[in-house]
């Protein structure tokens, strides 16, 4: 009896140590489970904060990213290559209907064919851009990616640099040539001639003033342009602004033969600005008024509240210069205040073609707008918009 008593508690015994291995082993393994779901969870969010992060960058990247598959089909396109190609929904579309360029394609192509690394820089005069495309093979899939970059406002620069030189040297070029013209006229006895000696030594100032003038305007276009201009703001009485340009163009005007009178009620709102430059965007505008309106014409200087429109966009009073002079050619109109630009060379006298340019620097500087309204024959006016004065606006 009591052999078969500890035969049973030996059995009992056996058991009970069996369970608690086997349990302790189970919670060993359901420990390592926990910590690899752990890790496999860790894991899983930095991939995906990962994935996060590679898809904002390829969302606010400036240049194009396109994956292609080995059939040619797009199956990733980042929001710069949609706007690049100007299409919409270009997954699973072929590369040859989104890119709509034969170089492209063809790059493509060698890419896919040789499995080595393609560049190329395109022009595509349909959508008025430069670009600069490299093709890179994708070892795994077969396909390849696709890098586009775009140099349309890079190319745009370098453009108006060169044609900004060019224009540049044209125009020093006729001064410097008359220059030299009546200095070699006085040497070959012009000096000593009683009546041509004076003449010529005063065009040589004329010439030495429209240098200094053009130096000048360049100067305060580069400054202007690059942002180094600081405005001091305050705010203005657009009226007493009116009065003191023309003021100071009275007398030229009345040289010219011509009226210069203010238009403009006393109750307008103040507009924030800078004094100084303010008047200077009158004085070009007038000036070139004088200069191109005949004897016996008028020149009027307004100013008036903007409109809906233009308050929108900024403006609070809208200023004008107006005047019965010769007018502009409406194809010109368009090119009016580029820099160095004039309609007509022979009609535009010692102009260096820099007044409205910088007239039109000093208003975007100002948040303003500038436009011409004319009628070849009839005359011009010459607009712009500033913001009123923060003290002036009606409060909401
Ligand atoms: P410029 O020094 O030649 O006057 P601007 O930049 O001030 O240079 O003007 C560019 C050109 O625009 C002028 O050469 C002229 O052909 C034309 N223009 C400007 N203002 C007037 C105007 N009030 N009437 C007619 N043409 C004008």
Not at 95 to 121: F, G, P
Not at 189 to 212: C, K, N, Q
Not at 362 to 374: A, L, N, R, Y
Request: glycine content about 6%; hydrophobic content about 40%; aromatic content about 4%.
């Amino acid at each position: 009896m009591s052999i078969l008593l500890i035969s049973l508690a030996i059995i009992f015994l056996i058991i009970a140590i069996w369970f608690t291995r086997r349990s302790s082993n189970l919670r060993r393994s359901l420990d390592e489970q926990n910590n690899l779901i752990k890790n496999l969870n860790l894991q899983l969010s930095s991939l995906s904060a990962e994935r996060a992060r590679l898809a904002a960058v390829l969302d606010q990247m400036t240049d194009g990213v396109l994956i292609v598959d080995s059939q040619g089909r797009i199956q990733f396109a980042n929001p710069a290559s949609k706007k690049l190609f100007e299409t919409v929904d270009p997954i699973n579309r072929s590369i040859v209907e989104v890119v709509r360029h034969h170089q492209l394609v063809e790059a493509w192509q060698r890419c896919q064919q040789t499995n080595e690394l393609q560049s190329e820089s395109i022009e595509v005069p349909a959508r008025r851009q430069f670009l600069q495309l490299v093709v890179i093979p994708d070892a795994h899939a077969g396909g390849s990616l696709l890098l586009v970059q775009d140099l349309t406002r890079v190319r745009r620069l370098e453009t108006v640099r060169r044609d900004f030189i060019s224009n540049i040297s044209h125009e020093l070029r006729t001064p410097l040539a008359s220059l030299k013209a009546l200095t070699e006229t006085l040497q070959n006895g012009a000096l000593s001639d009683p009546e041509a000696g004076p003449r010529f030594l005063s065009r040589i100032v004329t010439e030495v003033d429209a240098l200094t003038q053009m130096t000048q305007e360049l100067l305060d276009l580069s400054r202007i342009e690059s942002g180094q201009v600081e405005l001091n703001l305050a705010p203005i009485s657009p009226k007493k602004l009116l009065i003191s340009a023309c003021d100071r163009m009275k007398l030229q005007a009345e040289r010219a033969g011509l009226t210069l009178r203010v238009e403009c009620s006393d109750d307008l709102p103040n507009v924030r600005a800078d004094y100084a430059r303010l008047e200077q965007v009158l004085v070009n505008l007038i000036h070139n008024s004088v200069k191109f309106t005949r004897p016996g014409g008028e020149v009027i200087l307004l100013a008036e509240t903007a409109d809906t429109e233009e308050r929108s966009a900024g403006g609070g009073v809208r200023f004008g210069v107006k005047d019965t002079g010769i007018g502009i050619p409406s194809e010109d109109v368009p090119r009016i205040f580029e820099r160095f630009y004039r309609v007509d060379r022979s009609r535009s006298g010692s102009g260096t073609g820099l007044g409205l340019s910088i007239a039109r620097h000093i208003v975007e500087t100002h948040q303003g707008k500038i436009w011409v309204d004319s009628i070849e024959g009839q005359g011009s006016t010459f607009f712009f918009t500033i913001p009123q004065s923060a003290a002036d606006v009606p409060q909401a």
